[in-house]
């Protein structure tokens, strides 16, 4: 699987924190919507929109996690890059126990039929206890390949 930079979410991220959320280093941006030639509306952009039935996000840990009670794994969309403002949950996992955070797993989230509406997407993890040494890769990918280390 080739991975663009631009759509890595995660590159070896410490995940586990205190019972508080983490959102990923980077945020991909789907660009900002553009005025059309002579004034006439706007364009928008459109990269994470239409055809999404193959389109993911692919998690693996790079670093079991201990203690605490378990993290919920979020894919989710801001109108700001640093993923704060105007949040929107667009998938989740759900709490998975840290029992079951193990080195190597293999975590996806697929992109929503109805797209993204706004700016940037990225992730959130948030932890139940205080979890350590859990971190994470994550990207954008197409056709998730299950046998593929990422």
């Known amino acids: 699987m080739i991975l663009d930079h631009r759509l ?3 590159e070896a991220q410490v995940i586990g924190s205190a019972g508080t959320s983490v959102v990923s280093t980077n945020a991909f941006d789907n660009g900002a919507a553009q005025t059309a030639p002579g004034g006439y509306g706007t364009i928008e952009k459109d990269l994470l929109k239409g055809d999404l039935a193959n389109m993911a996000v692919l998690i693996r840990l790079t670093a079991a996690g201990s203690g605490g009670t378990s ?5 989710i969309q801001a109108t700001d890059s640093l993923l704060t403002t105007s949040i929107d949950v667009l998938a989740q996992t759900g709490p998975i ?3 079951n955070l193990t080195l190597d797993k293999r975590i996806h989230l697929p992109i929503p039929s ?17 979890v350590t040494l859990c971190a994470a890769t994550a990207a954008l990918v197409r056709n ?7």
């Open 8 to 10: 890595i979410f995660s």
């Open 71 to 75: 993290i919920n794994f979020e894919l």
């Open 97 to 99: 126990t840290t029992a």
């Open 114 to 130: 109805q797209g993204v509406t706004k700016r940037y997407v990225g992730l959130r993890y948030t932890s139940v206890g205080t």
């Open 144 to 150: 998730v390949d299950t046998g593929l280390g990422v």
